[in-house]
Nanobody, 121 residues
Framework: QVQLVESGEGLVQPGGSLRLSCAAS????????MSWYRQAPGKQRELVAG???????VYADSVKGRFTISRDNAKNTVYLQMNYLEPEDTAVYYC???????????????WGQGTQVTVSS
């Protein structure tokens, strides 16, 4: 079984910073792309940032220059450093990863439980 556990939720003022972490655990053979999505009330879930196994990142236009995604392959962990936060960044943030389990020669899609980020004065 595989689990993604997120941490780092919080309330922060506009212009502030927050760092999210997501650790994958279980019978993992390898991890492909790891990503962060978010869903604000009344809106669809959207991709925030993703990072390939080789470290190449992709970002939504709305967060370019403010957010940085990184990963530690030894720890099976992905991070999202969020700077210059805006009220529009308020959402539940979800971790996503493509994971190949031990003994299962294909990649499956896994999601974390979600962590709340609130940007408000």
């Amino acid at each position: 079984q595989v689990q993604l556990v997120e941490s780092g939720e919080g309330l922060v003022q506009p212009g502030g910073s927050l760092r999210l972490s997501c650790a994958a655990s279980g019978s993992i053979f390898s991890i492909g792309a790891m990503s962060w999505y978010r869903q604000a009330p009344g809106k669809q879930r959207e991709l925030v940032a993703g990072i390939m196994s080789n470290g190449r990142p992709v970002y939504a236009d709305s967060v370019k220059g403010r957010f940085t995604i990184s990963r530690d392959n030894a720890k099976n962990t992905v991070y999202l450093q969020m700077n210059y936060l805006e009220p529009e960044d308020t959402a539940v943030y979800y971790c996503n990863a493509d994971i190949e389990r031990v003994g299962q020669p294909h990649f499956d899609d896994y999601w974390g439980q979600g962590t709340q980020v609130t940007v408000s004065s």
